[in-house]
Structures are given as C-alpha cells and as structure tokens.
C-alpha cells in the first residue's frame, strides 16, 4: 500500500462523516439502521447514492439541496476520503458517507427509512448480469429500504445498463417517471430542480461528453 493511500486510509478513521462499519453481515444489524434522522437531527429526506466512488454527485446535490439529508455509499476507502473531506472542507452537515458493499445495504436502513436512491455511472458488469444494480437481486434489496413513494434516479453513460434496466422496468412492471435518451439534447419537459441536478458533471462525465459518448438518465417507482 503507497504512503499516500495509508495516510488517507488513517485520516478516515477521524472523519466524523465517514462510518466504516465491522459487521458480522451474516447476522447483525448497524446500530444507524432505524436512526438516520438522530443522526442528521432532523428528519429530511435521507437520498442514497450507492457506488458514489469520490462523493462527487454526493457533495453537489447536498450543497444544493440542504433540506434533504444525504449519504454516499462505497466500499473503496481511499475515494471515500475524498467526499468525506470536501463535504467536510464545505461544512456540509447534511452528509455523510458510509463504507459497505450495497449488498449489505438493508443492514443500515429499516423499511421505509430511504426517499431516493442514485445510481451514477455504476459498472455495467458486461459479463456479469445479476451483478448490474438494476438487476433484480439489487431492486428486491431496495424495495426493503424505500418507501411507498420512494424514487431510483439512474444516470449512465452505458448503453448497456440503460436498456438493461429499460428491460427490468417493463419486465417487472414498474412505473418510469422520467427516460432522457441524451440529457444534453431533450425535449422532456422537466421541472427546474431535476433539471439543475441532471446538469451537474462530475470529472469523468466532462470526459465522456468531450469523447461524444451520450449520457442516459431513467428514473422510476418500484413500490407503487
């Protein structure tokens, strides 16, 4: 391990925004899951971005939006230190990052406890179908921490992944609310506020727009 990644993996463990759990996943529970509202002391809406790599969308939607309360979920130390560190640098009290594989995800949330789920640019496993975050495996976990009303936001650049999740979505019978084929070139009508988070680019989708690649935004309900 370089010097560098050991001294951000060191200064992780001093962030007060950053919780990096021991649990036994085969049976216990985190003493957060129930308790996100003590934890931000208020009870806005809890927004998950799971695979949030650097905190990026995580940072820039809480900096936006301080009603809401949000939490950037990955399991790689060293981009947590990252988010951890600006929303610290930018005294972001409404987030928080937390280091777990999604698929432990129920152990940090009760039923009902999470308004929005983000998926940004997650690896479209080309191989590996079950291992896709729309796949049904991932969707059943969501159903579990989602409310009735709750909403799952996918924004890609992969072809793959949209028309994979395109085809759960209409498999399952789920309701989409919005489906943007090129946000930069839509005549969707949409309302302000997603239309400012939608326009926010982190460092490699200002990459991918100069490399021409088109960037896909679905949105839907899967407890309805």
Same mark, same amino acid.
């Given at each position: 391990? @370089?010097?560098?990644?050991?001294?951000?993996?060191?200064?992780?463990? %001093?962030?007060?925004?950053?919780?990096? $759990?021991?649990?036994?996943?085969? !049976? &216990?529970?985190?003493?957060?899951?129930?308790?996100? !509202?003590?934890?931000?002391?208020?009870?806005?809406?809890?927004?998950?971005?799971?695979?949030?790599?650097? @905190?990026?969308?995580?940072?820039?939607?809480?900096?936006?939006?301080?009603?809401?309360?949000?939490?950037?979920?990955?399991?790689?130390?060293?981009?947590?230190?990252? @988010?951890?560190?600006?929303?610290?640098?930018?005294?972001?009290?409404?987030?928080?990052?937390?280091?777990?594989?999604?698929?432990?995800?129920?152990?940090?949330?009760?039923?009902?406890?999470?308004?929005?789920?983000?998926?940004?640019?997650?690896? $479209?496993?080309?191989?590996?179908?079950?291992?896709?975050?729309?796949?049904?495996?991932?969707?059943?976990?969501?159903?579990?921490?989602?409310?009735?009303? @709750?909403?799952?936001?996918?924004?890609?650049?992969?072809?793959?992944?949209?028309?994979?999740?395109?085809?759960?979505?209409?498999?399952?019978?789920?309701?989409?609310?919005?489906?943007?084929?090129?946000?930069?070139?839509?005549?969707?009508?949409?309302?302000?506020?997603?239309?400012? %988070?939608?326009s926010y680019r %982190?460092?490699?989708? &200002?990459?991918?727009?100069?490399d021409g690649i088109?960037?896909?935004?679905?949105?839907? !309900?899967?407890?309805?």
């Amino acid at each position: 391990m @370089g010097k560098d990644k050991l001294k951000r993996f060191n200064e992780n463990e %001093t962030f007060q925004n950053l919780y990096q $759990p021991t649990l036994q996943y085969n !049976s &216990e529970q985190s003493e957060l899951k129930g308790n996100w !509202s003590k934890e931000f002391q208020n009870d806005n809406n809890i927004i998950l971005e799971l695979g949030c790599g650097r @905190g990026e969308y995580t940072t820039s939607l809480a900096s936006r939006n301080h009603d809401k309360n949000y939490i950037g979920v990955d399991i790689k130390g060293a981009r947590l230190w990252r @988010g951890a560190k600006t929303a610290l640098e930018n005294k972001l009290t409404n987030v928080r990052f937390l280091r777990t594989k999604v698929d432990f995800i129920t152990k940090f949330f009760e039923p009902g406890e999470v308004n929005e789920i983000w998926l940004t640019f997650s690896d $479209p496993q080309p191989k590996k179908p079950r291992k896709r975050l729309t796949s049904p495996l991932f969707i059943e976990r969501y159903k579990k921490i989602l409310n009735q009303k @709750g909403i799952i936001h996918l924004k890609t650049d992969s072809q793959l992944l949209y028309e994979y999740t395109h085809e759960q979505i209409q498999l399952h019978r789920y309701k989409i609310l919005h489906d943007i084929k090129n946000i930069d070139a839509t005549s969707e009508k949409i309302n302000e506020e997603l239309k400012e %988070t939608l326009s926010y680019r %982190t460092f490699y989708e &200002e990459k991918w727009l100069k490399d021409g690649i088109k960037i896909k935004y679905l949105s839907f !309900s899967i407890n309805s």
